[in-house]
């Protein structure tokens, strides 16, 4: 942290705290956040912060992102996903973009004006990407899409998506490319499915993609040639899986800290909770997992900016800090009694929304076979 970041971390606290956590039950029951926050957040300068400057974005680093989604965390506002329109989306275009893609689409994501996604995901395929049905098929000077995605975030207000197709079926990974669609108007051929009803993450956007003849020009190829497409997603994923531990250490410690202020204040038997030896000891195996979790992200942070997170690293932070995340969580909601099984406690909605960071960005069981290959 430096004096750049903590200015950083203090508006978004206020903007999370004031603006976007006092509508988080509104977001809940009907699935998904109000687009205007988006716009909001680009106003002050927090929708695309890590965008070159050139592009409408701030200039910073992920170290940036990684202070808002801390931020974001500890204000209990989950809604509103800035790690997939800011600390993933506008990278595969920053990367592999055209300077004309570059202009045209970062723009408009830095400003929130549109929100991004990217269609990995598929019915019938998870993590090996390599086996995705979805196809570009080209004509002329246009791809015609077909297939359907699903869990795709910010999938029901996307107006980008990064779409992950076959433009050579034939072929495994050799044959997946990335091609953005410009979604917003809902063109013919792509049509939105339903908001996915989950056990956690109720606030946050979380939809089916249908793409049935969908027209995108070849211009909106990511990358140089076909069939980079695999090869852009690896390259990526280590920042996504790092994003994933970034908001597992801020659970981490927010759960800690929540269950520390209630079992002081909590009277039972006579005594507040946090007298008893079975709660210290909880709370202080809890702050060590913490402490460890916190100096393993912040290396890691300290490590891809200098351009030196390599893959099995990445895989050993995303899948350890989320395991210590559900265990920890799970271990301070008990402290809380019935009253961590209420969903008016934040240590209830953490508890459901953790599960998920065990699965998405890869699953940790693909997670220890990368971190085992290198063993």
Same mark, same amino acid.
């Given at each position: 942290?430096?004096?750049?970041?903590?200015?950083?971390?203090?508006?978004?606290?206020?903007?999370?705290?004031?603006?976007?956590? $006092?509508?988080?039950?509104?977001?809940?029951?009907?699935?998904?956040?109000?687009?205007?926050?988006? #716009?909001?957040?680009?106003?002050?300068?927090?929708?695309?912060?890590?965008?070159?400057?050139?592009?409408?974005?701030?200039?910073?680093?992920?170290? !940036?992102?990684?202070?808002? =989604?801390?931020?974001?965390? &500890?204000?209990?506002?989950?809604?509103?996903? %800035?790690?997939? !329109?800011?600390?993933?989306?506008?990278?595969?275009?920053?990367?592999?973009?055209?300077?004309?893609?570059?202009?045209?689409?970062?723009?408009?994501?830095?400003?929130?004006?549109?929100?991004?996604?990217?269609?990995?995901?598929?019915?019938?395929?998870?993590?090996?990407?390599?086996? @995705?049905?979805?196809?570009? @098929?080209?004509?002329?000077?246009?791809?015609?899409?077909?297939?359907?995605?699903?869990?795709?975030?910010?999938?029901?207000?996307?107006?980008?998506?990064?779409?992950?197709?076959?433009?050579? $079926?034939?072929?495994?990974?050799?044959?997946?490319? =990335?091609?953005?669609?410009?979604?917003?108007?809902?063109?013919?051929? %792509? *049509?939105?499915?339903?908001?996915?009803?989950?056990?956690?993450? !109720?606030?946050?956007?979380?939809?089916?993609? %249908? %793409?049935?003849?969908? &027209?995108?020009?070849?211009?909106?190829? @990511?990358?140089?040639?076909?069939?980079?497409?695999?090869?852009?997603?690896?390259?990526?994923?280590?920042?996504?899986?790092?994003?994933?531990?970034?908001?597992?250490?801020?659970?981490?410690?927010?759960?800690?800290?929540?269950?520390?202020?209630?079992?002081?204040? &909590? #009277?039972? /038997?006579?005594?507040?909770?946090?007298?008893? #030896?079975?709660?210290?000891?909880?709370?202080?195996?809890?702050?060590?997992?913490?402490?460890?979790?916190?100096?393993?992200?912040?290396?890691?942070?300290?490590? !891809?900016?200098?351009?030196?997170?390599?893959?099995?690293?990445?895989?050993?932070?995303?899948?350890?800090?989320?395991?210590? *995340?559900?265990?920890?969580?799970?271990?301070?909601?008990?402290? /809380?009694?019935?009253?961590?099984?209420?969903?008016?406690?934040?240590?209830?909605?953490?508890?459901?929304?953790?599960?998920?960071?065990?699965?998405?960005?890869?699953?940790?069981?693909?997670?220890?076979? =990368?971190?085992?290959?290198?063993?």
């Amino acid at each position: 942290m430096d004096d750049d970041l903590r200015a950083v971390a203090e508006l978004a606290r206020t903007f999370f705290t004031k603006e976007v956590a $006092p509508r988080e039950q509104e977001f809940a029951a009907q699935g998904y956040p109000d687009r205007k926050l988006y #716009q909001r957040a680009g106003e002050l300068g927090l929708a695309g912060m890590s965008i070159p400057e050139e592009y409408g974005g701030g200039g910073g680093t992920f170290a !940036h992102e990684a202070v808002l =989604l801390t931020e974001q965390i &500890r204000a209990g506002a989950p809604s509103l996903q %800035f790690a997939v !329109h800011s600390a993933i989306i506008p990278h595969y275009i920053v990367h592999y973009g055209t300077e004309e893609q570059k202009q045209r689409w970062l723009p408009k994501l830095a400003s929130g004006e549109w929100v991004g996604a990217i269609a990995m995901t598929e019915p019938g395929t998870g993590s090996d990407l390599q086996s @995705i049905t979805t196809k570009a @098929i080209p004509d002329g000077d246009e791809y015609v899409i077909s297939g359907a995605k699903t869990f795709i975030t910010n999938g029901y207000l996307a107006d980008l998506v990064i779409i992950a197709a076959k433009t050579d $079926p034939t072929e495994g990974a050799k044959g997946v490319s =990335l091609i953005v669609a410009e979604v917003g108007d809902n063109p013919e051929g %792509f *049509q939105r499915g339903r908001l996915l009803q989950k056990i956690g993450q !109720h606030s946050q956007d979380t939809a089916e993609l %249908f %793409f049935d003849g969908l &027209r995108v020009p070849k211009s909106n190829l @990511i990358g140089t040639e076909e069939g980079q497409g695999f090869f852009q997603l690896m390259m990526q994923l280590p920042q996504e899986r790092l994003i994933i531990a970034v908001a597992a250490i801020g659970v981490i410690e927010a759960a800690v800290e929540l269950a520390t202020a209630y079992t002081k204040e &909590r #009277q039972a /038997f006579g005594k507040p909770l946090f007298a008893m #030896q079975n709660t210290r000891f909880e709370l202080a195996d809890c702050a060590t997992i913490a402490r460890v979790g916190r100096v393993f992200v912040d290396d890691c942070i300290a490590k !891809h900016l200098r351009g030196e997170l390599d893959v099995s690293t990445a895989a050993m932070a995303k899948s350890w800090l989320s395991e210590q *995340q559900c265990a920890v969580v799970d271990r301070c909601l008990q402290l /809380f009694g019935g009253y961590g099984y209420m969903l008016e406690y934040p240590i209830a909605r953490m508890f459901t929304d953790s599960r998920v960071q065990k699965i998405y960005g890869g699953a940790n069981e693909v997670m220890k076979e =990368l971190v085992s290959r290198t063993l």
